[in-house]
């Protein structure tokens, strides 16, 4: 659980007592490569905390084009935030790109977590304001950035993806047409 830790002290320490009550709720869950892990028109039940693997979120427009919204991997957090946090059915879907394995916190035991541990509640909401801020920063690098800024950004941030996800799945996340994708990929140094 040391990874775990670590990762959430990152957003706010926890007391030993409050890691301890949300280890407590916390159940292990795999899902194989390209299992859907929640559909669209399904609610997200459970946030996930992921110890392997990587999973992306996307949406299928009118024509079935696939856009991906965002990818995660060890350690973080993963879900479909709107639906988690309101508990309404999701509008994209988050699927493993890869095998899986997670540590799964059911909405119900987070919120009786908030209840007896305030410490959590908080660590929560520093952990919410960091995935804000972190979309605010996309939102940017999706308008004001030119193709290839946004990939060095990317290169920057997340280079460890270059070599284990699908460059079509990169170049929608980066809003890159695949063929300058892949002319970015052979030409920019990283």
């Known amino acids: 659980m040391e990874p775990l830790r670590a990762y959430l002290d990152v957003f706010h320490p ?6 301890d009550a949300l280890l407590r709720r ?25 110890e392997e ?12 084009k696939q856009h991906v919204v965002a990818f995660t991997y060890p ?17 994209y879907c988050l ?11 059911a909405y119900s035991e ?23 801020i972190g979309l605010v920063q996309r939102q940017h690098e999706w308008l004001a950035m030119s193709a290839g800024e946004r990939f060095r950004a990317f290169a920057r941030r ?16 980066l809003r890159i047409d695949a063929t300058n994708f892949s002319k970015l990929f052979n030409s920019v140094k990283i």
């Open 110 to 132: 987070l919120q009786a977590l908030f209840d007896e541990q305030p410490p959590v509640e908080r660590l929560f909401r520093k952990l919410t304001e960091a995935m804000l």
């Open 53 to 64: 693997g990587i999973q992306y979120s996307y949406y299928l427009d009118a024509g079935a």
């Open 26 to 50: 916390l159940r292990p869950v795999s899902y194989p490569r390209r299992a859907v892990i929640t559909a669209e028109g399904e609610v997200q039940r459970s946030l996930l905390f992921i």
């Open 158 to 173: 997340s280079p460890h993806l270059l070599q284990r996800v699908p460059h079509k799945l990169l170049a929608s996340y």
């Open 75 to 91: 350690v973080s957090v993963s879900g479909l935030p709107e639906s988690f946090l309101t508990q309404q059915p999701a509008r």
């Open 14 to 19: 926890l007391p030993d007592a409050a890691f």
């Open 95 to 105: 699927e493993a790109l890869t095998d899986t394995r997670a540590l799964s916190l």
